[in-house]
């Protein structure tokens, strides 16, 4: 006798991201008779290893769909390795290049918008345009059972970076502001456990987000003009580790330009200065 509902399965995989993680989450949601993936990983061989172990072991089906939530290389390239599947690919299509990009030789690409509905193993599934991560960063909810799996919109420890290229600061603290109106009893997230206190989670982020924003407006009150270098190096004083300095940089890049937009902030030649605000 098959599953009747659909279940949720969190598959950790060994990728080279950034610290603390070690892992990207991909998500089988499914059950005997049909299912999906929601990421794919890194295109390295352990992708489909543990992929297929993870359905081996929880009597689903193979998926007919793969769900990228982002083009970034520990979560979208490991489609490659699971060519023989046959899958259908959907991202948002502000990602597509990107993303076929990342997946190519195979192109079986389509696009999912917001408020998109999917049904899965008698489960609906909506789809969330959730940008600020990246511009078409996608996430997926369960509205039966509560669960937002929310790509690198959120994870387990920390704050995930935003920054350009891809990223935005506006958009992102709007979609945190979005996903906070959901109904939840947990976030799968892009990297770590299981998120078990989601609203706690995602106010963290929001306060760590301002709290970053105004260490930058009283950092360009006391020195008058700084560049992001140099603003990313008083701020970040005690880094995890020196290969997230990029990051960092590039989110401090991206709360100067929200500042900027705001007027809170004016840029000549990449020096930045407060203009006048109260603190």
Excluded at 53 to 64: H, M, Q, R, V, W
Excluded at 106 to 126: K, P, Q, R, V
Excluded at 169 to 178: A, H, Q, V
Aim: charged share 25%; aromatic share 6%.
């Amino acid at each position: 006798m098959g599953k009747e509902t659909a279940t949720i399965i969190r598959v950790p995989i060994s990728t080279p991201t950034l610290p603390p993680h070690t892992t990207t989450n991909c998500y089988l949601i499914g059950n005997d008779k049909e299912s999906i993936l929601v990421d794919a990983g890194y295109d390295l061989p352990e992708t489909k290893i543990e992929l297929e172990k993870a359905i081996k072991e929880n009597g689903l089906a193979i998926p007919k769909f793969i769900i990228i939530t982002h083009a970034h290389r520990d979560h979208a390239p490991g489609v490659r390795q699971l060519i023989d599947w046959n899958p259908v690919v959907y991202c948002h299509e502000y990602e597509k290049q990107a993303v076929e990009k990342a997946i190519s030789p195979w192109n079986a690409i389509s696009f999912l918008h917001d408020g998109d509905i999917m049904n899965i193993a008698g489960e609906e599934i909506t789809f969330l345009h959730a940008p600020g991560h990246t511009a078409g960063q996608l996430n997926i909810y369960l509205p039966s059972q509560q669960i937002l799996v929310a790509g690198d919109n959120i994870v387990a420890e920390g704050t995930s970076w935003i920054g350009p290229p891809d990223g935005d600061m506006t958009d992102y603290i709007r979609t945190l502001e979005r996903l906070k109106q959901l109904k939840l009893k947990k976030i799968a997230p892009g990297h770590g456990d299981w998120v078990l206190n989601p609203y706690e989670q995602i106010e963290f982020v929001i306060k760590r987000r301002y709290f970053r924003e105004n260490q930058i407006k009283e950092l360009l009150d006391k020195h008058h003009k700084l560049t992001a270098a140099e603003l990313t190096e008083m701020i970040y004083e005690k880094l995890p580790h020196p290969s997230v300095i990029e990051v960092a940089k590039r989110t401090t890049e991206a709360h100067l330009m929200k500042l900027v937009k705001e007027g809170t902030v004016k840029v000549e030649h990449s020096v930045y200065s407060l203009l006048n605000v109260n603190l």
